[in-house]
């Protein structure tokens, strides 16, 4: 699996967009991009994934860059409940073989004030 | 909405005894799975099962841990002799079949080894 550099930590206003980039320059064509959340040691909760379109969904979109090499999570309006880590996590899927694991790395831990 | 059950929400264990986290899947998946958190760090996978065996594990899941699916509903993990180290946050997973990409967690036993 492709490695993902994220920021350690953000700050967003509540009903602001919260913007959450991930780093994956070594991204193979064949890898999507997931993202997860996990709020106060709550278990991981997914989020979205794409593979180089954009996609939205009812909690979240992710925007992917041409060369698939970053990608950002956007939350459009951002709630006090949406304080929490931020994992995003390059694999092949499983329908094309990948590994059962997810590998969670440190994530972004982003902070939503009022 | 379905969602991956798991009790007991904590346990407390002296070491060297036994000890056995359930989960109960949601209820049409057929992949489950087990991580585990240490305070303060990464989530980490533990092990993988599907079609009534493990079909992966990680360096973590030695002998000391099997798990098991013991009738239709509930997933088991054991440690068999527990040990200070042990002391983590158990997350239970389970994906629904191979094509679709969410995993869903449930919401972790906190497993306290004294």
């Known amino acids: 699996d492709a490695k993902t550099t994220q920021p350690t930590s953000m700050d967003c206003a509540e009903g602001r967009a919260a913007n959450l980039p991930c780093n994956h320059s070594?991204?193979?064509?064949?890898?999507?991009v997931y993202w997860y959340r996990q709020i106060h040691s709550q278990g991981p909760q997914y989020i979205i994934h794409g593979l180089k379109n954009n996609e939205t969904n009812e909690m979240a979109s992710l925007i992917i860059t041409e060369d698939r090499k970053s990608s950002t999570l956007i939350l459009p309006h951002a709630t006090l409940r949406d304080t929490a880590v931020y994992y995003c996590?390059?694999?092949?899927?499983?329908?094309?073989?990948?590994?059962?694991?997810?590998?969670f790395g440190k994530g972004t831990k982003l902070t939503v004030n009022p | 909405e379905p969602e991956v059950t798991q009790t007991p929400s904590h346990q407390v264990t002296q070491m060297g005894q036994e000890v056995i986290l359930r989960c109960v899947p949601i209820?049409?998946?057929?992949?489950f799975y087990w991580y585990r958190q240490i305070l303060g760090q990464k989530v980490e996978f533990l092990v993988s099962f599907y079609n009534n065996e493990i079909s992966e594990k990680s360096e973590i899941f030695d002998d000391q841990f099997s798990v098991e699916r013991p009738d239709g509903s509930n997933f088991t993990l054991k440690i068999r002799s527990t040990k200070l180290e042990d002391s983590a946050m158990y997350f239970c997973a389970s994906r629904e079949d191979r094509e679709h990409h969410e995993a869903f967690f449930g919401q972790g036993t906190r497993l306290t080894v004294v």
């Open positions: 070594t991204i193979s064509g064949n890898e999507y």
């Open positions: 209820s049409n998946h057929l992949y």
């Open positions: 996590i390059v694999r092949f899927p499983w329908a094309q073989g990948g590994s059962e694991k997810l590998v």
